[in-house]
Nanobody, 127 residues
Framework: QVQLVESGGGLVQAGGSLRLSCAASGGTFRDYAMAWFRQAPGKEREFVASITWSGATTPYADSVKGRFTISRVNAKNTVYLHMNSLKPDDTAVYYC????????????????????WGQGTQVTVSI
């Protein structure tokens, strides 16, 4: 059983930056592709970014491409989401998710592919 704990959310002005972290425990971190999703009030959960176990492949949602960067440090069992040029539309609860891929370099963008989820961290971007 993998446990995921997000941190780093908060209130920031438009144009600002935040870095989210997700610490994993209870499994072999290198066996998992990792992802960030978000859910705004009244909207469905949506894909933000994901990363293969090696970090070689990192798909992004079009809405965040060029502004957000996903990365991971396997030695620290941690995945990050660096968010720059934040906009009010980025306001949401951000969730970390893990997909057990083993040694295969595959990564999914659909939430249904992910086996484990964190509790979420709130990001609020003010005008």
């Amino acid at each position: 059983q993998v446990q995921l704990v997000e941190s780093g959310g908060g209130l920031v002005q438009a144009g600002g930056s935040l870095r989210l972290s997700c610490a994993a425990s209870g499994g072999t971190f290198r066996d998992y592709a990792m992802a960030w999703f978000r859910q705004a009030p009244g909207k469905e959960r949506e894909f933000v970014a994901s990363i293969t176990w090696s970090g070689a492949t990192t798909p992004y949602a079009d809405s965040v491409k060029g502004r957000f960067t996903i990365s991971r440090v396997n030695a620290k069992n941690t995945v990050y989401l660096h968010m720059n040029s934040l906009k009010p539309d980025d306001t949401a609860v951000y969730y970390c998710a893990a997909d057990r891929t083993g040694p295969f370099s595959t990564v999914a963008v659909a939430s249904g592919e992910y086996d484990y989820w964190g509790q979420g961290t709130q990001v609020t971007v003010s005008i």
